[in-house]
């Protein structure tokens, strides 16, 4: 327990991200940065990039009220603490994000019908899904669910995005380099936390499983539409990339919105199978509509 007090306590928080690796940045990013000018030249790369950004922002809301809400809910002022630290981080993530759509154009009267317009119904369900237990204050199906499925699908999206990204655009590279440190934490604390609460209540994992099987439907659902939706952008991005980009064992550059959706999916559902058997869950797999 020592040990996990040092790793997620505020003093730790404190040294390792605002004084650490986010000292000296602008909303994430180096001050200096900007989005590149090869953005506002292309409909097709633009509406991609906003498009992209809004569901960042829809993903990270849905994190926010959900960390939030937690607090009340944990069973120790430990995690409370942590969950206050993991709030502040969503929030930031939140801020980032919406910041990103200023910078690509989007207006700030506009920003709540852009979001609207261009979130993914799938993403939105899946949220849902999560907040529905946190509203419960249902502590071990609300951290698997934030801490576990939301926090590891964004692990992984970031990691790709930002893979795709740093050729191309390095002030959003950047951006995501510090939100991804944020989701490894996050998802360490789940890890950590929660396995031996699911030891000690044995009666929640039908139920906990149940969500998670959910979520991972409406997850492959999100990634499906989005990748079939920026065929467009995902083209024009490959066009203006020069050499190859590889993640995990997929050219970037030369990957098919279908070969990119497969390898994303892939690596999401293997990190959620190998995190879940950490802490005593089996991985269910959805149903395929």
Request: net charge negative; charged share 25%.
């Amino acid at each position: 327990m020592a040990d996990f007090l040092a790793a997620y306590s505020i003093q730790n928080w404190l040294e390792s991200c605002p004084q650490g690796y986010l000292e000296g940045t602008e909303y994430g990013h180096e001050p200096n940065e900007r989005e590149p000018a090869l953005l506002f030249d292309s409909p097709a790369l633009l509406e991609q990039a906003i498009q992209s950004t809004v569901q960042l922002v829809v993903g990270e809301r849905c994190a926010l009220a959900a960390s939030s809400g937690l607090i009340n809910a944990a069973p120790d002022h430990e995690s409370k603490r942590f969950l206050a630290t993991q709030t502040l981080d969503e929030a930031r993530h939140v801020e980032i994000f919406t910041q990103r759509l200023y910078d690509l154009g989007v207006k700030k009267d506009a920003l709540e019908s852009t979001i609207e317009h261009y979130a993914n119904p799938h993403l939105v369900r899946f949220a849902e899904v999560l907040l529905e237990k946190v509203d419960k204050g249902d502590f071990i199906a609300g951290v698997v669910g934030q801490n576990i499925v939301l926090e590891g699908m964004a692990f992984s999206v970031f990691e790709m995005m930002k893979a795709s990204s740093e050729q191309l655009n390095p002030k959003f590279a950047h951006t995501l380099a510090g939100t991804i440190a944020d989701e490894r934490r996050h998802v360490g604390f789940g890890e950590n936390r929660i396995g031996s609460l699911i030891v000690a209540h044995p009666e929640k994992k039908p139920e906990v499983e149940k969500m998670q099987k959910d979520m991972s439907y409406h997850m492959l659902a999100t990634f499906s539409l989005a990748f079939s939706q920026n065929a467009d952008g995902f083209a024009a991005g490959q066009k203006l990339a020069s050499g190859s980009r590889e993640w995990h064992g997929t050219d970037l550059t030369t990957a098919s919105p279908e070969q990119l959706e497969a390898v994303l999916a892939d690596t999401v559902l293997h990190e959620f199978k190998v995190r879940l058997g950490r802490i005593g869950l089996e991985y269910q797999t959805p149903a395929i509509s």
